[in-house]
């Protein structure tokens, strides 16, 4: 029985909000506390949140580690197992840890300019988390056995190809071998060969896709490989009784604010190829229902714009021009009409390189240009858009005067990295600084909006529930007599998450399986 449980249960007592609200117009101490995610908070970058290490920081208090008390790994045991006098004792100095310390993080908290996000976006969120882990979502098993039979005739035939051209069999899976095959049996240019042997990585086999048709094969093979493993099979041993998988969303891991889930992880089934996207046929509404969904519309790209106030990059987005299109003929100097496909593929390249503070290098990679042409593209993207360049300097500027960078709602991301004596250290620090204001920001958007939705639909009365949540994307499972009902809910309810100095947009859809939202 965790946090999540009890908050769920508190608010399905229709006592929590109302209780919550009572105690912020009061000032009043909050009527439930999250010590772990207080912590997070305030330190987002440590990996996890042991109450020994919490106690410690902000309770002045020794406390055994839970290895100590309940074992690890596979020799770990439930609460019941500990001996009666030791369990009554830890739990005695727990409470105590968890009282002390939720006074102290309630007061940083406060310091820090994060009460705010934590009682009125993050303690909330944690009630909409447990419900969608409860609710989980239908996987249809025989579809990802059909997929893994079609997968695995799709390896042997790979294989097969990858043999006839390396004139033998070998074990594709392993980097010694198939460095020996492709280096010193076929002769292709290699970089310098190290201890452990030839390197075989992703990025040196792309280099040398254009020397020998064997590494299209084998990056066709690997991308099929992990697809079978990690999804058509891996997702099988998580399908539940209730048909259903049901996801753990991990509030406090990543350093952006980001959620993350695990067991399985399904914010990374991918989408950008055809047969990446079909593992999410078999995620399927139940009966009587449909999936609603909504996705926003380039919300980074949304906030650079009202996070700079650059004149020509807001009015684009308030006349709902197509940005790229916006920007390649504002970058190659060409009549907006006149664009061609080409130049918008590459302006959307620099416009979201742009988000992440790429270098011309790194831009020269993405968009297989030489370096030099890569940075003229960079610099005429800031002589065109030059508050757009005032605030990453900006921003880089201030996360090395504080330690850490702010988003809009005030969560902080400390950057140690901007100290390094290291100048590749130092530049990726850099990189975090212009980029942490926001992916930061994007983060607390979607969880705003998710609070939004999961009152919404109880407040109309809707049957329906949040089931999914992938980066910018909600998924709702409800009932087909309810569903375009919801969908104007669920846009409304995002669009309306916060209001920018350009229009948050959300792309929406009703479909039967997840594969048909795009």
């Known amino acids: 029985y965790d946090f999540k449980c009890f908050l769920h249960d508190f608010y399905q007592n229709g006592q929590f909000f109302t209780k919550m609200e009572q105690a912020a117009s009061k000032g009043e101490a909050l009527p439930v506390f999250d010590v772990p995610l207080a912590a997070y908070l305030l330190e987002p970058n440590e990996s996890n949140y042991p109450l020994e290490q919490i106690g410690y920081q902000y309770a002045d208090a020794s406390l055994p580690a839970e290895e100590e008390i309940f074992g690890k790994g596979k020799s770990r045991i439930g609460i019941a197992g ?72 799709q390896i042997e035939a790979l294989e097969n190809k990858i043999y006839g051209y390396a004139g033998r069999e070998f074990n594709i899976n392993s980097p010694k071998q198939l460095g020996e095959v492709l280096f010193e049996d076929l002769k292709l240019k290699s970089p310098k060969k190290g201890k452990t042997g030839y390197s075989t990585a992703a990025d040196i086999l792309e280099k040398l896709k254009k020397d020998h048709p064997i590494i299209e094969y084998i990056l066709e093979y690997r991308a099929a490989s992990k697809l079978k493993s990690t999804y058509a099979d891996g997702l099988l041993d998580y399908i539940q009784k209730d048909d259903r998988i049901h996801t753990t969303y991990m509030q406090t891991v990543t350093g952006t604010g980001r959620l993350s889930s695990i067991d399985p992880n399904l914010q990374n089934i991918p989408i950008r190829t055809r047969e990446g996207r079909e593992i999410r046929k078999a995620f399927v509404a139940k009966e009587g229902c449909s999936f609603v969904g909504a996705d926003y519309s ?23 021009l197509d940005i790229h299109r916006m920007t390649a003929a504002q970058v190659f100097h060409t009549p907006f009409a006149e664009v061609t496909d080409l130049q918008r593929r590459n302006a959307k390249a620099v416009n979201f390189g742009i988000v992440y503070g790429i270098s011309d290098y790194g831009l020269s990679q993405d968009l297989g240009i030489p370096v030099k042409e ?38 902080i991301r400390p950057i140690p990295e901007l100290k390094s004596s290291q100048y590749m250290t130092r530049s990726f ?15 607390d958007i979607i969880k705003i909006a998710m609070n939004r939705v999961y009152a919404a639909l109880k407040r109309e009365e809707i049957k329906g529930r949040i089931v999914l949540q992938v980066h910018d994307e909600l998924i709702l499972e409800v009932s087909d007599a309810d569903a375009e009902r919801a969908r104007g809910l669920l846009v409304r309810e995002m669009e309306q998450a916060v209001q920018l100095k350009v229009p948050l947009i959300a792309d929406s859809y009703i479909v039967k399986n997840w594969f048909d939202a795009k």
């Open 82 to 153: 500990v001996d009666k006098d030791r369990r009554q004792e830890y739990l005695t100095e727990a409470a105590e840890v968890l009282w002390r310390s939720s006074r102290v993080l309630t007061e940083k908290l406060k310091a820090n300019h994060l009460f705010d996000l934590y009682a009125g976006v993050e303690l909330p969120l944690t009630v909409v988390l447990k419900a969608m882990e409860t609710a989980g979502v239908q996987t249809n098993a025989n579809a990802l056995l059909d997929y893994s039979r079609m997968l695995g005739e």
């Open 298 to 320: 380039q919300i980074e790209l949304r906030l650079l714009a009202h996070l700079s106030e650059d004149e020509i990059f807001v009015q684009a987005y308030r006349d709902n």
């Open 374 to 411: 890569a940075k003229e593209y960079i610099e005429n993207y800031f002589i065109k858009y030059p508050k757009v360049k005032a605030f990453l300097d900006r921003s880089v500027t201030e996360a090395k005067e504080k330690g850490y960078s702010v988003t809009m709602f005030g969560r």
């Open 429 to 443: 620090g850099e990189r975090i600084a212009m980029n942490a204001p926001i992916q930061g920001a994007a983060a």
